[in-house]
């Protein structure tokens, strides 16, 4: 790794780091960076998660009240993010290179299309809680918000499950289908929002990289220094310090810069990352 490499990955990371904090999609940065240094995509993908964790654990920082008003739904998430976190993983462990290369762009694609579909359903939820407001009005009754009922939060934590499972896999947008869950949930603060986001890719992540560490790729997709391990620590250690600066960082841009201007560029996101392993899956296979 050259000092001109060594530099490009450090300030990649720490903008994925912000990027992450901010949105999530971190991952259209580090990824393309790390392929762009000669892995492969699956040492190239948990390297990155490896790099991109503590900067996930830094926001955190940065978004202490909202986690705080937040612990009944990071208590019912927690579980379905560990559990499916360790599935991907094991998944991606037993998945072949190329098979995995082809696969990346339409699954991001998918997640930046449910991303769009966050704000009606929001409105929806509003309308719906308005709704409700007028008619204990019109009653004499006082109006309460009450808890999401038991069915729409099972098919939250159902659906946290799928989202944990790709994200064990690979990672990038999970943030983006996560947010779209808690939009369905009624949540309408994107920094709280964020703020759950962010624990529960921790969660995911965390278990990912366990397995990540112990494991080692399929026989024949070892490259150069990284021999037959899934992550190449040089890198590894470097970009880890990135993120932690970009993703303390990113929480505070984030509530300065207004919750329309984060959703833009959250889709932004969504479709760069997407058209980007696209091509690559396209033309350079």
Request: a positive charge; hydrophobic letters at 50%; aromatic letters at 10%.
């Amino acid at each position: 790794m050259t000092w001109q490499q060594a530099l490009i990955l450090f300030f990649a990371s720490a903008l994925a780091g912000a990027v992450n904090s901010v949105a999530g999609g971190g991952t259209l940065i580090t990824f393309p960076s790390l392929i762009w240094v000669g892995m492969t995509e699956k040492i190239a993908n948990a390297t990155s998660t490896v790099a991109l964790w503590p900067g996930q654990l830094s926001s955190l920082l940065g978004y202490r009240k909202e986690i705080g008003e937040s612990r009944d739904a990071i208590l019912r998430l927690a579980v379905p993010s560990l559990l499916g976190g360790g599935l991907g993983a094991y998944l991606l462990l037993h998945t072949p290179n190329a098979v995995f290369a082809g696969l990346v762009p339409w699954l991001i694609l998918l997640a930046t299309g449910l991303f769009m579909a966050q704000e009606p359903l929001a409105r929806a939820q509003r309308a719906r809680i308005e709704q409700a407001r007028e008619e204990a009005a019109q009653s004499g009754a006082v109006f309460t918000e009450t808890e999401k009922p038991p069915a729409a939060w099972a098919a939250v934590i159902g659906f946290q499950f799928l989202v944990a499972i790709y994200g064990g896999y690979f990672g990038a947008g999970i943030g983006i289908l996560m947010l779209a869950a808690l939009g369905y949930m009624g949540f309408t603060n994107i920094h709280r929002m964020n703020g759950l986001k962010n624990i529960n890719g921790l969660c995911i992540n965390a278990v990912a990289i366990g397995m990540f560490l112990f494991n080692r790729t399929l026989p024949g997709e070892g490259v150069g220094a990284t021999h037959d391990r899934l992550v190449d620590w040089r890198f590894a250690l470097l970009m880890a310090a990135g993120s932690i600066i970009g993703g303390y960082g990113g929480a505070g841009v984030a509530k300065r810069i207004g919750q329309k201007n984060v959703r833009r560029v959250v889709i932004l996101i969504g479709f760069s990352l997407a058209f980007s392993l696209f091509y690559r899956w396209l033309f350079h296979r």
